[in-house]
């Protein structure tokens, strides 16, 4: 972990990782974070400092607040002229950390450890090798290895980790100074830490460590007795000690051989370890493996997968198009409905689509950036933090299946299940092929039969073929007023009027988003808008004609909500098909910019109101029943609606629509005639929400055969959280 300087961002110091979002440091490296005197004893007050997090698949930036604050103490008796007391700081994160990002353990430091520590920077490659010299729990002195790098004062407040003991032992605090070659420098022990911080009062933060002593673990003893049984002192035993010890990022003694006590010892505090052994005897000892994954189920041993088993899946689904990343929360959804999966991971791509602001309209657009999906944002909430959430989650559940009481039949674990759904519904066939041998990889070595596999992999295709049926065409349209073409007036409710626009588009027919638009900073009327639209339509390859119809969905900002683009024709007046554009097709509209007011506060209400969209009943807004703001407020939040009817006076009506969609409900219908009593909502009332955009459509239709029957003008806001946007970059009108 990095404390970074405020004066120019550079590193102070490092930092570890404590549980409970909380950052251990010394003091000193506070001070020089904010340009004060390192050894200054004063408390800085209510301070806060940016921090940067490295973790195994991506770094996180944050600010951290000064929680506890030890000062450098260098008047306490019996210190030498290069040591002082104290010097400890305790930071708090601003926000929550990927699961991937934990914190270490902690052990006693002791003469002779081998010992690591990082610079501040958190560069892999730049780590100074030293060996602890002595040690009387208050200090600790470690001397440079030969041939590595010296401590230098951006290593201080950062973890000595001890290999041997696979923990962190102490900070790094001080280099020693004095003439000679000898590279020596100080740290505090974490004896020490735990004394300064529990005389604090703060001792609850730190980590509770694991007992030393499992031997009253359940498991201990059947793990000894396996362990001690049929390959002792072998070579096979000794490669799978060296793999499972390579796998944990452990070191191992020169013969790789523990004793069955110290293995087991392994197997109880490493939560991946014993699949790593598993995956390391399947191949030569078949029935040890069967032998340890039944010990594994019978106790509740944590994790399924070794560790890599577990990166050569993340790999793949980093990997993964923009497109198939966003599906694979739906997948993973229908793979295992009955599970209860947090809404907050069910989130496709990177949780950011559209980038439209309000308060920067009129500026143009980054064209290179427009269907890049990247979504691995690197501040932890990207695409890969969320994979890392989603695979933590799922690989504890279940799955469909109970294995059989004789052990004979494993069962299949729901994330095989989840794979199968996700390779089958998301991929394109050389990653589909890639995640499948991956699947059966991971089957062989739980025991997995392979027509239990094959079962998941025949529902998965049924779904997927179900999904492609399901899913419709569509074509999204980003509309970007320009003003009136010269001499007209601004358009207001004239459904052909003099406003100017420039037009985006991107077909989406299942491959995902591609653009199709040229010359988009050109403004146009509304009848060539209409005509590019349909053309767009057209183009769309539609693989089964008897599938849905292709929709239209319009992204807008938040003062064109109601511009009448459905009604905007196509071909000029005396054409054979004067064609209106919300006529053939359902045309929703798309606020992103009201979304993500306040700092996207509402994204996660959004996406689980979309998850909930046919377990939650409808809502109606009546002037009767929410008479002003924080009534309507009040009716938003008491549970997550996904589908909001709005049928309050023409005065009040924009402001209750701008409140439901800034609340994060994904389908809100209105209607823009100002008809009390409106008639196309009571229309669409009696349809599922999923069968709203045809209901609209339908109903739009009938105000052109029966214009004095059907007098409303619906407008259908329809925002699919399972569907992605193209990115929207805006840059600064006047580059």
């Known amino acids: 972990m990095s404390i970074l300087a405020k004066a120019d961002g550079r590193p102070a110091g490092a930092g570890v990782l404590l549980p409970r979002r909380h950052l251990l440091t010394c003091a000193h490296v506070v001070n020089s974070a904010l340009g004060k005197d390192m050894l200054a004893p004063d408390h800085p007050g209510p301070i806060a400092v940016s921090v940067r997090l490295h973790g195994p698949e991506h770094t996180v930036e944050a600010h951290a607040e000064l929680a506890v604050w030890i000062p450098p103490r260098t008047d306490d008796g019996g210190l030498g002229a290069f040591e002082w007391n104290g010097d400890l700081a305790v930071l708090r994160l601003n926000g929550a950390l990927p699961p991937a990002i934990e914190p270490p353990r902690w052990h006693p430091m002791a003469k ?29 002195y470690f001397d440079g290895a030969e041939r590595a790098l010296d401590i230098e004062p951006a290593y201080s407040g950062g973890p000595l980790w001890s290999n041997e003991e696979g923990a962190v032992v102490g900070l790094v605090t001080a280099k020693l100074r004095v003439q000679g070659t000898l590279r020596r420098a ?35 003893a059947e793990l000894v007795a396996l362990l001690d049984g049929p390959l002792p002192l072998s070579e096979g035993l000794v490669r799978c000690c060296r793999t499972v010890a390579r796998q944990c990022g452990l070191g191992h003694r020169a013969d790789g051989v523990p004793t069955a006590e110290e293995f087991a010892q392994l197997l109880l505090t490493r939560g991946r370890a014993l699949p790593a052994l598993v995956e390391a005897v399947r191949g030569t000892a078949g029935p040890v493996a069967d032998d340890l994954l039944a010990i594994g189920r019978r106790y509740g041993l944590p994790k399924l997968l070794s560790p890599g088993e577990h990166e050569r899946l993340l790999v793949q689904l980093r990997a993964l198009p923009a497109a198939a990343a966003a599906g694979v929360p739906g997948a993973v959804r229908a793979a295992l409905p009955l599970a209860a999966l947090p809404a907050a991971l069910l989130t496709g791509d990177d949780g950011h689509h559209g980038g439209h602001h309000g308060g920067q309209r009129g500026g143009h657009h980054d064209d290179h ?22 695979i933590a989650h799922v690989e504890g559940l279940h799955g469909d299946s109970a294995a059989a009481d004789d052990g004979a039949m494993p069962a299949v674990p729901g994330l095989l299940r989840a794979v199968e759904f996700v390779a089958a519904g998301c991929c394109p066939a050389e990653q589909r092929a890639a995640l499948r041998r991956w699947n059966a990889a991971v089957a062989r070595r ?8 094959m079962d998941r992999r025949h529902d998965a295709e049924q779904w997927a073929r179900n999904a492609a049926r399901g899913a419709a065409p569509r074509v999204v349209a980003k509309l970007d007023r320009c003003g009136a073409a010269p001499g007209g007036t601004p358009v207001a409710a004239r459904e052909d009027g003099p406003e100017r626009y420039r037009l985006r588009l991107w077909c989406d027919d ?103 969209l046919e377990a939650e009943e409808p809502v109606h807004i009546d002037d009767t029943m929410a008479p002003d703001p924080e009534a309507v407020c009040g009716l938003l939040m008491e549970r997550l609606t996904a589908r909001v009817t709005v049928d309050v006076a023409a005065h009040r009506r924009t402001g209750v629509v701008q409140m439901c969609l800034a609340a994060g409900v994904p389908v809100v219908l209105w209607d823009r005639s100002g008809e009390q009593g409106s008639p196309a909502v009571r229309h669409a009332a009696g349809a599922s929400t999923r069968q709203l955009p045809e209901a609209v459509r339908t109903y739009r239709t009938k105000t052109l055969q029966r214009p004095d029957e059907y007098t409303g003008r619906p407008v259908l806001a329809w925002a699919d959280a399972g569907r992605a946007l193209p990115r929207l970059d805006l840059v600064d009108p006047t580059e």
């Not at 005389?199 to 933060?205: P, Q, S």
């Not at 890049?372 to 695409?383: A, F, I, L, N």
């Not at 339509?537 to 807008?556: A, H």
Request: overall charge negative; hydrophobic content about 35%; charged content about 30%.
């Open 112 to 140: 002779r450890q081998l010992v690591r520590a990082w610079h501040g920077s958190g560069e892999p490659g730049v780590f100074a090798d030293a060996e602890v010299s002595a040690c009387d729990g208050r200090f600790g």
């Open 186 to 220: 100080w740290g505090i022990p974490w004896q020490r830490v735990t004394r300064e911080l529990d005389d604090a009062g703060a001792g609850h933060l730190l980590p509770r460590q694991p007992a030393e002593d499992v031997r009253d673990h359940p498991a201990y």
């Open 446 to 453: 739980l025991g997995v039969h392979d027509a239990a596999l």
């Open 369 to 390: 950036h427009d269907d890049q999906h990247d979504g691995d944002s690197g501040d932890g909430t990207g695409r890969g933090g969320r994979f890392e959430a989603l």
């Open 510 to 612: 299942g491959a995902g988003l591609r653009q199709v638009s040229d010359d988009s900073e050109r403004p146009r009327g509304a009848q060539e808008v209409a005509q590019e639209i349909l053309a767009a339509v057209g183009s769309l390859r539609r693989p089964d004609p008897s599938g849905p119809r292709p929709v239209i969905e319009l992204i807008v900002d938040r003062d064109a909500l109601e511009v009448p683009v459905d009604r905007w024709k196509a071909a000029g007046p005396g054409a054979v098909l004067p064609i209106r554009l919300g006529t053939p097709y359902p045309l929703v509209v798309n606020c992103p910019e009201l979304r993500e007011l306040n700092g996207g506060t509402m994204l996660d209400q959004w996406r689980e109101r979309w998850a909930r």
